[in-house]
C-alpha cells in the first residue's frame, strides 16, 4: 500500500484489533471515515471495513465473541 502512482488502489488488507471495535467505528464514522461495512459478526472474528483515501480497504478484526450481542452475518 502507498499513496500515488507507486501502488494499486484496492488491496485489502485485515488488521488483527485487540479493543472495542464498536467505539473504533463510532470514531472513525465521526471523523468523516469511508465506511465500506460497520461491525458485523462472523464466525472469525467481528470484522469492520474502512476505505482510505487511496481506495484501499483496511479490514479491522476482532474476537467474535466481542460482537456476542450482534446479530450474526450470513454467509
Known amino acids: 500500500m502507498c499513496k500515488g502512482g507507486q501502488g494499486n488502489p484496492g488491496t485489502w488488507i485485515w488488521i ?4 472495542d471495535i464498536y467505539q473504533l467505528y463510532e470514531e472513525l464514522k465521526a ?5 465500506r461495512q460497520p461491525p458485523v459478526r462472523y464466525d472469525w472474528a467481528v470484522e ?15 474476537d467474535p465473541e ?4 450482534t446479530e450474526s ?3
Not at 31 to 35: D, E, N, T
Not at 66 to 69: I, L, N, R, S
Open 48 to 62: 469492520l471495513h474502512v476505505e482510505d483515501p487511496d481506495g484501499h480497504v483496511l479490514r479491522f478484526g476482532t
Open 73 to 75: 452475518a450470513s454467509i
Open 31 to 35: 471523523k468523516g471515515v469511508a465506511i
Open 66 to 69: 466481542a460482537g456476542a450481542e
Open 16 to 19: 488483527g484489533f485487540d479493543g
